[in-house]
T-cell receptor, first 114, second 114 residues
């Protein structure tokens, strides 16, 4: 139990579907992150939120839309995805965005685009 | 700019033998350094970090890492490997005081042979 819960664990969707990934943290952290993990590639940071405000968008295509309604919840809304978007999507949280605090990860959502 | 390299994609070691997983980094100033482990179908788990102070850092599950500023390295070590240590290991760096986020290495698959 890492204190960061992601749902669903697995998602299969067509390219025209709309779906959302959910992340919830029970650690009292103020910063939350979305990462994409593809096979044979380094972890890719997508978005960063600090105290509910987006502080980083790492040139992510607009078909990925994040939402952070409060410091405990983070969503990733998906629409008209491409096959290359198939990957493991990881959510993480940390006490704050800086000062060397470690990030705590959820177990991810395995996304497959048909 | 900041970067991190894990020169070995795969490390094999016999159970009971010492293990080392290598990591070198590049930052303009002083670094925050982290090691994470990922088991199959799980997210990344934080193992240990170097912020400042003692160059030898002890972490979870008997792992330790040594910060070497002159060689810009932060190798992960364990005196006696267990089969259950078999997993994917990631090194990460962040420049202290920088607005940049964590940069992760490409990962090293550790296999401990019984």
């Amino acid at each position: 139990e890492t204190g960061v819960t992601q749902t669903p664990r697995h998602l299969v969707m067509g390219m025209t579907n709309k779906k959302s990934l959910k992340c919830e943290q029970h650690l009292g952290h103020n910063a939350m992150y979305w990462y994409k993990q593809s096979a044979k590639k380094p972890l890719e940071l997508m978005f960063v939120y600090n105290f509910k405000e987006q502080t980083e968008n790492n040139s992510v295509p607009s078909r990925f839309s994040p939402e952070c309604p409060n410091s405990s919840h983070l969503f990733l809304h998906l629409h008209t995805l491409q096959p290359e978007d198939s990957a493991l999507y990881l959510c993480a949280s940390s006490q704050d965005e800086g000062r060397g605090q470690p990030q705590h990860f959820g177990d991810g959502t395995r996304l497959s685009i048909l | 700019a900041q970067s991190v390299a894990q020169p070995e994609d795969q490390v094999n070691v016999a159970e009971g033998n010492p293990l080392t997983v290598k990591c070198t980094y590049s930052v303009s100033g002083n670094p925050y350094l982290f090691w994470y482990v990922q088991y199959p179908n799980r997210g990344l788990q934080f193992l240990l970090k170097y912020i400042t102070g003692d160059n030898l850092v002890k972490g979870s599950y008997g792992f330790e890492a040594e910060f070497n500023k002159s060689q810009t390295s932060f190798h992960l070590k364990k005196p006696s490997a267990l089969v259950s240590d078999s997993a994917l290991y990631f090194c990460a760096v962040r420049e202290r005081g920088s607005a940049r986020q964590l940069t992760f290495g490409s990962g090293t698959q550790l296999t401990v042979l019984p």
